[in-house]
């Protein structure tokens, strides 16, 4: 079982951006998709982004269409998503899954404040 790294995260002000990366081996993220959710304080888990296997196919949440970017980092073992034009309703727990296996990180907190 290995387990996913969150990183990157911090305090943003509106406007501003910021690159989360989710760390795994390369065997790992060679046959697994990864997907992105967040969990702001009290409430429910929504989906950020997803970046398949093969990197070709990416899907994002309807709030952060246009301004997330999901991408796979092979040279890193890594899949980053960069997140612009953030606004304090971005705030939350960042939160890396892969799928299918299942395997979640322990997340990367977020908080967009000026």
């Known amino acids: 079982q290995e387990q996913p790294v969150e990183s990157g995260g911090g305090l943003v002000q509106p406007g501003g951006s910021l690159t989360l990366s989710c760390a795994a081996s390369e065997r790992t993220l060679a046959t697994a998709a990864v997907r992105w959710f967040r969990q702001p304080p009290g409430k429910e888990r929504e989906f950020v982004a997803a970046?398949?296997?093969?990197?070709?196919?990416?899907t994002y949440g309807e709030s952060v269409k246009g301004r997330f970017t999901v991408s796979r980092d092979l040279e890193n073992n890594r899949v980053n998503l960069q997140m612009h034009s953030l606004k304090p309703e971005d705030t939350a727990l960042y939160l890396c899954?892969?799928?299918?296996?299942?395997?979640w990180g322990q997340g990367t907190q977020v908080t967009v404040s000026s």
């Open positions: 899954n892969l799928y299918p296996a299942g395997y």
């Open positions: 970046i398949g296997w093969s990197g070709g196919g990416t």
